[in-house]
């Protein structure tokens, strides 16, 4: 066994997760969001575990590429759409779904010949970054139902601020895009996980869409048993965290008062004490962000992190009593440390922690 970081992936957890959100809204059709490496937990042994999900979706055409590479034929939505007409070919070739969320699109697709593509006109609802404006759906709805190379089309929005349960944006958003949907009858698409989790008695409008079975929700970071909202943990939407990061202790330091740890010597210590080297770095996605007094569990006992994180090291506080030995295991987020607590201390959200975790560590994948 490697002393190195890694990310530690629970299978259960994830197909756990994605009952419990399919769970919540029967008849609910599922795009199961694993862009950007399926949040740190690695894109195709998690496109496998959620190969039954009506549909999967991610940002980028190479992140698809590499899920059918794999063998995978699950429906696939492209996010961002195509940027040329060699996309759009690979897009056709690999059976993907793609997003249409601007003019040079719609005109691409126009002048592209036949093909039986699923097209998802993405609707701009106020969040002011892709997607044709309200205004221009109808127009946009027309050219789309006449273009020879679409063959199925759908209608989406994106909710840019769900996770805050106070802000009534969601509910204008969903008055905009609902105000759409009532002349339109294909599948349409919204709710990440937080629109999802937090608004479902706003969502109650598109029932009859979610009867025929044309309403898909696109969950992402629920799927990994992260909470969307600000305050909350994962566990208390009855999710499952499906990532571990943890690393080992990897040498002891007995230093006095007044010695400084790290690069730049920014902690010191001020009585005699022992420094604990964990084996996880900005290398491996421990973030340089991380301040001190970030807490990381070792042999169950929270310990604070003292200096500067630095490549593939790190430090912590033992005190002066420690017990601790090299080898010893250290959970960076996971099982009693929740990765939502953790970004809290960096300053950040979850989803920049998770999907951090840089590739130089295999993920382990439990069952
Ligand atoms: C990333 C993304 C999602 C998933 O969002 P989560 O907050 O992770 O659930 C859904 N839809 C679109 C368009 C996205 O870009």
Redesign the pocket.
Known sequence: MSFGARARISRGAIQHNLQIIAGQSPGVRVIA?I?ANA?GHGLVDVARILAEADCL?V?RLSEAQEIRGAGIDTPILL?SGVTSSTELAAAVDKKLQICVHNEPQLAMLEQFGAADLFAWLEIDTGMNRLGFPPAAAQAAIRRLENCAAVGKLGLMT?FANADNIEDPMTRVQIAAFSALCGKFDGPISLA???GHLGWSQELKVFDAFRHSGRLFI?????LFGVS?FPGKLGAELGLRPAMQFEAHLVALRSIAAGARVGYGGTWQAEQGTTIGVISAGYGDGYSYFMPEGTPILLNGRRVPLVGRVSMDLCTVDLGSDAREKIGDPAILWGAGLPVEEIAQYARTIA?QLVCGVTKREKRKFED
């Open positions: 969001v862009k949040y979706a940002a996010l994106h990440n996980s937080a696109r969950p992402g970071i629920s969307p989803y």
